[in-house]
């Protein structure tokens, strides 16, 4: 097993869980902003 080729899509597959993650919560913090406006 070559790690460079398991690394590309592991550093992928990370970075698609942190991005849909932050989305997550920035949208949820957002509507409790305009909720408490």
Known sequence: MDPKKFMAPAA?????????VYTRLSIRSARNQTRRA
């Open 12 to 20: 992928a597959f990370a970075m698609a869980t942190v991005l849909f």
